[in-house]
């Protein structure tokens, strides 16, 4: 299995508090992905890295920001998380034109 | 821009019944990636296939098949003798090269099949 963690693994917040969620990789991938899983709207891209600060948004990216200092981590935060945040997040990894390796996913509860 | 779009939203069949999932894909790019991953109830994402815009060969492995047919820019995905085990949700996705569909190495992933297999 590829070398992605997740964390936290589950997080309750209130609403209007920052939140970070880390992507920990081992595999030495040069891209990463975060994506939000909502019923009925399967996986939709937050934001996406092609390189270490190298960033790109993806279709439902506001309320979000990204970091990526270097290879093995990506960061992302919610400034002020709302309710609409309340989500299953999973963060991927991938060579060039390779399949995605997924985590295990972060059961995120804004209340 | 880039789109995935799976119409079925759930689907239930008997076991032993054969089941096509299908998926239909938009991109400007020539060259780009297709995959099929599935999802079963504990949660994890589990590569099944990829496959390359170049390669239209249809794809056996045991039960499952692919059918990547450009002209209609579908990638269908069949279960032939479905088994419970095989009850999951079932994602398309679709992985463009160029930053001229609006995302270098972007990947996007259609709505998800839910599969029911009924005993």
């Known amino acids: 299995d590829a070398g992605i963690t997740q964390s936290p693994r589950h997080k309750v917040t209130e609403t209007g508090t920052p939140v970070t969620l880390r992507c920990h990789q081992t595999?030495?991938?040069?891209?990463m992905y975060w994506y939000r899983q909502d019923p009925g709207h399967g996986l939709r891209l937050i934001h996406y890295?092609?390189?270490?600060?190298?960033?790109d948004k993806g279709e439902v990216s506001d309320g979000y920001s990204v970091s990526r200092s270097k290879t093995e981590d990506f960061l992302l935060t919610l400034e002020s998380a709302t309710s609409s945040q309340t989500s299953v997040y999973f963060c991927?990894?991938?060579?060039?034109?390779?399949?995605?390796?997924f985590g295990s996913g972060t059961q995120l509860s804004v209340l | 821009a880039q789109k995935v779009t799976q119409a079925q939203t759930e689907i239930s069949v008997v076991e032993k019944e054969d089941v096509t999932l299908d998926c239909v894909y938009e991109?400007?790019?020539?060259?780009?990636?297709l995959f099929w991953y599935k999802q079963p109830p504990s949660g994890e994402l589990v590569f099944l296939i990829r496959?390359?815009?170049?390669?239209?060969q249809n794809e056996i492995s045991g039960r499952y098949s692919w059918n990547f047919q450009k002209s209609t820019s579908s990638f269908n995905f069949t279960i032939t003798a479905s088994q419970v085990v095989d009850s999951a949700v079932y994602f398309c996705?679709?992985?463009?090269?160029?930053?001229?569909?609006?995302?270098?190495?972007?990947?996007?992933f259609g709505t998800g099949t839910k599969l029911q297999v009924i005993p």
């Open positions: 595999e030495n991938h040069r891209y």
């Open positions: 991927a990894t991938s060579g060039t034109m390779e399949k995605l390796f």
């Open positions: 991109t400007r790019d020539t060259t780009y990636y």
């Open positions: 996705a679709l992985r463009t090269i160029s930053s001229f569909s609006g995302g270098y190495q972007k990947v996007t």
């Open positions: 890295s092609y390189g270490v600060k190298d960033t």
């Open positions: 496959r390359n815009s170049f390669d239209e």
